[in-house]
Nanobody, 122 residues
């Protein structure tokens, strides 16, 4: 069992930056690939970024490539999402999730956090 708790969301102006954190419980954190997803009001949940178990292989959605950076610290059981050059369309609830594989589809992620709100004003 893995419990995930996100933090770091908030209100920021367009062009600004935020760093989200996701703290995981349990001793098996390093055995999971970790992903970030987001869901805007009235829209489906979408993939944002994922990172392999050892942190060496990130993957990004085209919409955030070059602006967001995913990283993890297995010693701290934490995954991060650095978000730069934020746009109003990045406004959403952001969720972290754990999966057995970096290439897992969203339906294959086993554990999910409760989400943290990110609001980008224009």
């Amino acid at each position: 069992q893995v419990q995930l708790v996100e933090s770091g969301g908030g209100l920021v102006q367009a062009g600004g930056s935020l760093r989200l954190s996701c703290a995981a419980s349990g001793r098996t954190f390093s055995s999971y690939a970790m992903g970030w997803f987001r869901q805007a009001p009235g829209k489906a949940r979408e993939f944002v970024a994922a990172i392999s178990q050892n942190g060496r292989m990130p993957d990004y959605a085209d919409s955030v490539q070059g602006r967001f950076i995913i990283s993890r610290d297995n010693a701290k059981n934490t995954v991060y999402l650095g978000m730069n050059s934020l746009k109003p369309e990045d406004t959403a609830v952001y969720y972290c999730a754990a999966a057995a594989s970096l290439w897992a589809g969203s339906g294959e992620y086993e554990y999910w956090g409760q989400g943290t709100q990110v609001t980008v004003s224009s």
